[in-house]
């Protein structure tokens, strides 16, 4: 089943037809609370990943197995099939975060379908999973819908800390080096993009979805460093 990933602030599928579908995504905060110590994070045996864009920048992140099996897992499958060469970053917020890992450049074109991948369960501890990787700056965590169990391919990088996530959204890794990629990322300039999704085989015409970077940021691939 095709699921609609957290990218949309606005978007309700079939508000008018019956057939509703809100979508969750996390949303910043204006007063983050104080960044808690995490001595408790198993950070031993870490997946190495090194994310290069098509115009060059790399960033480096550590995955952590022991925090987040089952999302390190599937993550390292799809990098491995090379499922995110091509894709995009499609939503930046300064001073929060930047999601991509589920459309290609066609989403600049109004194809607001993104890639299909498995669902899996969502390893944070409000679905009953032990987590304490806290939403810090440089933190990978899975984006997901309101089903608890619905992350997939899409991940979000954190540029700020954001604690309400803590707890809500599967927390997997860090980024080790690039840094400043998150940072020069999340500052680019954004605009609004209308656009079409399908949802049960019906098309929905007319969906915007607003903090898009205004120029593509393409992931030329993700691979598993050695």
Known sequence: MKILLSFLLSLTIG???????????PEPTATPAPIAQQSDVDRSDPVNIKITL????????????HVAPKTVENFVKLVENNFYDGLIFHRV???????????DESFY?????????????GEFSSNG????????????????????????????????AAPHLDGEYAAFGEITEGLDVV????????????????????KYDGQKMTDVPENAIVIKTIEIME
């Not at 098509?54 to 197995?65: N, S, V, W």
């Not at 917020?93 to 459309?103: A, E």
């Open 15 to 25: 508000a008018q037809t019956g057939c509703k579908t809100e979508v969750k995504t």
């Open 54 to 65: 098509t115009d060059g920048r790399t960033m480096t992140a550590a995955l952590y197995p």
């Open 93 to 103: 917020i300064p001073g929060f975060m930047i999601q991509g890992g589920g459309f």
């Open 109 to 121: 074109d109004g194809n607001f379908d993104s890639k299909e991948a498995s669902t899996i369960k």
């Open 129 to 160: 999973v032990t987590n304490n990787l806290m939403h810090t700056k440089g933190v990978l965590s899975m984006a997901r819908t309101n089903d608890k169990d619905s992350a997939s391919s899409q991940f979000f990088i954190m540029q700020e």
């Open 183 to 202: 940072d020069e990322i999340a500052g680019t300039k954004t605009t609004a993009v209308t656009g079409t999704v399908t949802s049960n085989g019906l």
